[in-house]
């Protein structure tokens, strides 16, 4: 069945500085990949998606992400980070057994320093 | 174009009790995917629907829980007599057709607290 990971369960950075969220998915073929960030009390709103193509992939925000297949993931950067990034985010990887509904992993919550 | 509505968007109920929760797809969108999001975990798929049908419910506790997407109207998660366990934010989302190469569009979530 189609999984992710989502290795680290909280990070913190300072403004300014560089960020990356990393993702494992597991899937036999091309997998079809999300990231969602959450704010607190919110819904989710998507930064990013890959289905094909180039595997560098550029999202909303100044987020970016990158599909490496050999290494099966789907990490998620930003070059500098604003305070306004601090949120829940959320890799999702679709599962073609129903329906592409989205499984996700567990989230990073991100928290980010003056 | 309003995005996708839920109502309400909390909602407590004692033990017992009923649960309804109601999902509004964005205009045009007739693919609906209900999750659950318990503390501390991610979204879990519980269904997913199209308009009078349930495509897969394989997500979904086989007891208490059903779902309906009438022809007319918003989509429905209802749960009988509620448990402490729901507790959770339920969230559903919407598509304009299947998500294989489409944004699925969340709503803000219902919180339900069970006393």
């Known amino acids: 069945a189609q999984s992710v990971t989502q290795p680290d369960i909280h990070i913190t950075v300072s403004e300014g500085a560089s960020l990356e969220l990393r993702c494992n998915y597991s899937y036999g073929a091309t997998p079809y990949l999300f990231w969602y960030v959450q704010s607190p009390g919110q819904g989710l709103q998507l930064l990013l998606k890959?289905?094909?193509?180039?595997?560098l992939v550029q999202g909303i925000k100044g987020f970016e992400a990158e599909f490496k297949r050999s290494q099966s993931s789907f990490n998620l950067r930003k070059p500098s980070v604003h305070w306004s990034d601090a949120a829940e985010y959320f890799c999702?990887?679709?599962?073609?057994?129903?329906?592409?509904?989205?499984?996700f992993g567990k989230g990073t919550s991100l928290l980010v320093t003056p | 174009n309003a995005g996708v509505m839920q109502n309400p968007r909390h909602l407590v109920r004692r033990r017992g009790q009923e649960a309804r929760l109601r999902c509004s797809p964005m205009k045009g969108h007739s693919h609906v995917y209900w999750y659950r999001q318990l503390p501390e975990e991610g979204l879990k798929f519980m269904v997913y629907l199209q308009k009078e049908n349930i495509i897969d419910e394989s997500g979904m506790p086989k007891e208490r829980f059903s779902a309906e997407f009438p022809k007319e109207g918003p989509s429905i998660l209802r749960i009988q007599q509620v448990v402490r366990g729901d507790s959770a934010a339920y969230f559903c989302?919407?598509?304009?057709?299947?998500?294989?190469?489409?944004?699925?569009?969340f709503g803000p979530g219902t919180r339900l607290t069970v006393l």
């Open positions: 890959y289905f094909s193509g180039d595997t």
């Open positions: 999702a990887v679709a599962n073609s057994n129903s329906g592409y509904a989205l499984n």
């Open positions: 989302a919407s598509s304009p057709s299947t998500a294989r190469y489409n944004e699925q569009f």
